[in-house]
């Protein structure tokens, strides 16, 4: 007798889509669920700030206080609502920063959403350029780290890279200018660009308010040097706090993958180490930087404060810094609740991009 084999049937054609819908679903979830967590993520942090500022007293006194007498300061505050109960103006202004309405400074008198986006270009531009200088200098100085492992070349670098991360950014960019600007006459001391470019950038018509991109798209090149002159110091100053984090990261991280079984198989195979390292250990030792640069956006954004000061780069930190010595609390929440829209944000689309490259980071 013949006997009878069994062979194993063909899927249907029908279930194909539907197992493709569920490991693409592990994916949309993964975002789904992220994307929801920008919403209490950002409530939280306004949430605190609203009653951090609040523990001083109302707004128009912390500002005004001395300055107005007793009966017009009264007027003030009953004006604004601040002497209604703490509870009723938190929930009023939530709903007015839920349509974008961040009320006035008490100090001048301006919107602050026209103020928000006339600076906050200049904090974007800052950390753009900082997070360049990082990348830059993190990257290949980490995988040079990890090439060297244990010669003095990598105890040079990881030393470095520490003292990057604990120089206070102020002192650094203080001995930056010292250095770079007074004593060798390199880079401009101050500001975001002399004053024909700023004239030059203030005319063009729908500006980004991002100025080297500005003068890109117009062509001139002389005020994309000003503006590159005038960007160097408070990008380094900013950009190495971050830049010994990356360091450090890119050197541990490429250590670990260079003890992996497939390259471990190259190696026998006699793979130059060069060559194991630029051809396949530091693609996977990028990951860990794409899913950490979110919390250095947040890290640079909170250095500009100090960074905007020292170098007068009219950007929110810089702003922040005068009006938290105004004690206008309304301009300093509003300035905070964008931050923090930025950085929620920032890091949704960082795991958006993490979960593209790595798949293991959606489970």
Request: proline share 4%; net charge positive; no cysteine.
């Amino acid at each position: 007798m013949t006997a009878m084999i069994d062979l194993p049937q063909a899927e249907p054609a029908a279930q194909a889509p539907e197992r493709k819908s569920k490991a693409g679903g592990s994916l949309g979830k993964y975002l789904l669920v992220r994307f929801f967590l920008i919403f209490p993520t950002i409530l939280i942090l306004v949430t605190m700030v609203f009653f951090l500022m609040r523990v001083t007293g109302d707004p128009i006194t912390a500002a005004l206080g001395g300055r107005l007498a007793p009966d017009q300061l009264a007027q003030r505050i009953h004006e604004a609502g601040y002497d209604r109960p703490i509870f009723i103006q938190y929930f009023e202004y939530l709903g007015q920063i839920a349509t974008g309405n961040f009320g006035r400074t008490i100090s001048d008198n301006l919107a602050i959403s026209d103020m928000l986006a006339t600076y906050g270009t200049a904090t974007l531009e800052l950390a753009i350029n900082s997070l360049i200088v990082a990348l830059a200098i993190g990257i290949p100085f980490g995988m040079l780290a990890a090439y060297k492992r244990d010669k003095y070349q990598d105890a040079i670098l990881r030393v470095l890279a520490i003292s990057f991360y604990a120089t206070p950014v102020f002192f650094a960019g203080l001995l930056l200018k010292l250095v770079f600007s007074i004593w060798l006459g390199w880079f401009p001391v101050s500001g975001r660009a002399g004053t024909s470019t700023e004239i030059a950038m203030a005319s063009l018509a729908a500006p980004t308010g991002i100025y080297w991109l500005d003068a890109l798209r117009s062509g001139n090149m002389n005020a994309f040097w000003d503006i590159a002159q005038h960007s160097v110091l408070p990008a380094v100053a900013l950009g190495l706090l971050t830049a010994g984090i990356f360091l450090r990261l890119v050197r541990t991280n490429v250590i670990g993958t260079l003890s992996k079984d497939y390259v471990e198989a190259g190696r026998s195979r006699g793979v130059s180490e060069y060559r194991l390292l630029t051809k396949h250990a530091y693609k996977p030792a990028l990951i860990p930087i794409i899913t950490v640069m979110g919390l250095q956006i947040a890290l640079l954004l909170g250095g500009a404060v100090l960074t905007e000061t020292t170098f007068e780069w009219k950007g929110l930190g810089f702003q922040l810094a005068h009006y938290l010595t105004a004690r206008d609390f309304v301009a300093v929440q509003g300035i905070v609740a964008l931050l923090a829209v930025i950085v929620a944000i920032t890091n949704f689309i960082v795991d958006v991009v993490a979960a593209l490259i790595d798949p293991r980071v959606r489970y």
